[in-house]
Every structure is written in C-alpha cells, then in structure tokens.
C-alpha cells in the first residue's frame, strides 16, 4: 500500500507561482510513476503532468497540453517526494490537485485507471 500526502497549495493572483509537493511512503519510490490530476468545479478530473524513472532513461515527463510551458513536474527520489512548480497560473487552472502513483513504470501515463494509489488532494486557487 502506498500512502501520498500532497501540500502546498493555497490562494494565489494570474500570474503568479505555487509549488506542490506530494510526499510518498514506500521502499521502492524510485520505481513508481507519478502523476498530478486536477479536478475544477463541476468538471471531471483531468490528467496534469507525469513523471518516471528509470536508471537507464532517468526522468521522463510528460504535460497536458494546458499547462505545458508553465508548470513543471520533478522527484527527489532520496525523498519520495514529487513536485509541481506552476508558474503563470490562471483562473483556469483553479482546482483540487491531486497526486497518483502507480508501482509500474509507465510512459505518458495519462489516464486516471493507470494509477494505483491517490492522495486526498490539495485546493488550488487562483484569482483574477
């Protein structure tokens, strides 16, 4: 069973940064993929960004095409942590964030039946 913890979010203005941390319990972090969701108002989840790793590839990532540009997502596998630097943000983008992971490694896992394990979500706000 793998638990995730996500923090950071809050009320921000367009244009302005928030970062997001997910931390992850688990032995083998390095092994799992990441993903971050977001579901606004009245609107289904939708996929954000993922990340992987491999010690041959290393990280490989990938956006929504919403937030390419803008948002950028990392790991410290010392300590099972994922982030999701926004910058640029807008309106939009207001949402609950959440957090997944599946043990598998994945490529472009953009669908939300590709995770295994997801946090309780983390409020995101941005004013216009």
């Known amino acids: 069973q793998v638990q995730l913890v996500e923090s950071g979010g809050g009320l921000v203005q367009a244009g302005g940064s928030l970062s997001l941390s997910c931390a992850a319990s688990?032995?083998?972090?390095?092994?799992?993929?990441m993903g971050w969701f977001r579901q606004a108002p009245g609107k289904e989840r939708e996929f954000v960004a993922t990340i992987s790793w491999s010690s041959w590839s290393g990280a490989r990532t990938n956006y929504a095409e919403s937030v390419k540009g803008r948002f950028a997502i990392s790991r410290d596998n010392v300590k099972n942590t994922v982030y999701l630097q926004m910058n640029s943000l807008k309106p939009e983008d207001t949402a609950v964030y959440y957090c997944?992971?599946?043990?598998?490694?994945?490529?472009?896992?953009?669908?939300?039946?590709?995770?295994?394990?997801w946090g309780q979500g983390t409020q995101v706000t941005v004013s216009s």
């Open positions: 688990g032995r083998t972090f390095s092994t799992y993929t």
């Open positions: 997944a992971a599946t043990v598998r490694y994945r490529l472009e896992a953009t669908g939300m039946s590709e995770y295994d394990y």
